[in-house]
């Protein structure tokens, strides 16, 4: 079912293609990018979380279900479009993983949790501090 968006219950204007409806239908859907500070659009920091943010957003989708399928467009769904026999947390697999700070998937896109780590084959490859609160300095 497509929430209704002010005066439209269907055929909704956004511009951009409903993925979520379409895998309600079967469709395999992976949300992504490749326009990251070029000369087309000269803005971006390369983060997933922030094109899985982006997305619901624009379409405005609220769901927890469909924000949770969001996420798996990053992740399961992205890996089965590219043919990944080898995605998971499995014995002999890659290690490729990344570790991001947020109790569930709906979580991660609603507050654009960035990743703490990121492994790939097993190797650390982008480390990530947390904030840490200073107190300002009494004279």
Known sequence: MIASVRDQDHN???GVADANFL???G???S???NNVLNP???YGDCSLIRMANLYPNVLQVADPVQLRECFAMLTERSARLLNLTDYGLAVGNPA???LIDATTPEQAIAEISQP???YKRGRRTVVRHTPELVRPQLN
């Open 12 to 14: 909704v204007r956004r």
């Open 23 to 25: 895998v309600t239908h």
């Open 27 to 29: 469709v395999n859907c």
């Open 31 to 33: 949300l992504s990018t």
């Open 40 to 42: 087309a659009t000269p």
């Open 96 to 98: 490729d993983i990344a």
């Open 116 to 118: 703490l780590a990121v």
